[in-house]
T-cell receptor, first 114, second 113 residues
């Protein structure tokens, strides 16, 4: 079975540029999550979707961040304009419905903003 | 404030030895507690999920315990292998409307030959 697929794996760009991160969840999973991981703060939930609908975006740091899920097999996280403090590893995860289901993580996108 | 604290921050053990990682939480309400393993450069992988009524769960050489009264959990690794070198993250679900996960900052384990 293919797991959660994220692209790109690495992204280096200059401050002010637009960054788009992509995620393909596991087929059949109803939930999709975007996380950010830094050394200082660990893993933080940014936003999650249920059946393609955003449910909780309270973790999105500011208006520069936006996420979409146009269909069940694709989601994007966009940062515009990017800033050096956005440098982190961004993970996408998906899970089937149910409170006790594990979340399956992709291998992340390592983002560096210069 | 909902928090998950892990100890130690890092640990070095010799191959073949056992070790135990600790997790204390103050999350309320409580739905379940999870342990994840994260290899360097990879995403976290679920090891165990325990609900309120479960006090132990095993996955191969990994055994997790949960004491819901004292709000403590441990992850015991038996007969460690070099491939166990990773970060181990304790995660608690608050069981609220969004079933939000609260993550600990992890214990970095290094297994040396």
């Amino acid at each position: 079975d293919a797991g959660v697929i994220q692209s790109p794996r690495h992204e280096v760009t200059e401050m002010g540029q637009e960054v788009t991160l992509r995620c393909k969840p596991i087929s059949g999973h109803d939930y999709l999550f975007w996380y950010r991981q830094t050394m200082m703060r660990g893993l933080e939930l940014l936003i999650y979707f249920n059946n393609n609908v955003p449910i909780d975006d309270s973790g999105m740091p500011e208006d520069r961040f936006s996420a979409k899920m146009p269909n069940a097999s694709f989601s994007t996280l966009k940062i515009q304009p990017s800033e050096p403090r956005d440098s982190a590893v961004y993970f996408c995860a998906s899970s089937p419905g149910g409170a006790h289901q594990p979340q399956h993580f992709g291998d992340g996108t390592r983002l560096s903003i210069l | 404030k909902n928090q998950v604290e892990q100890s130690p921050q890092s640990l070095i053990i010799l191959e073949g030895k056992n070790c135990t990682l600790q997790c204390n939480y103050t999350v309320s309400p409580f739905s379940n507690l999870r342990w994840y393993k994260q290899d360097t450069g990879r995403g976290p992988v679920s090891l165990t999920i325990m609900t309120f009524s479960e006090n132990t769960k095993s996955n191969g050489r990994y055994t997790a315990t949960l004491d819901a009264d004292t709000k403590q959990s441990s992850l015991h690794i038996t007969a460690s292998q070099l491939s166990d070198s990773a970060s181990y993250i304790c995660v608690v679900s608050d069981g609220g409307a969004t079933n939000k996960l609260i993550f600990g900052t992890g214990t970095l384990l290094a297994v040396q030959p």
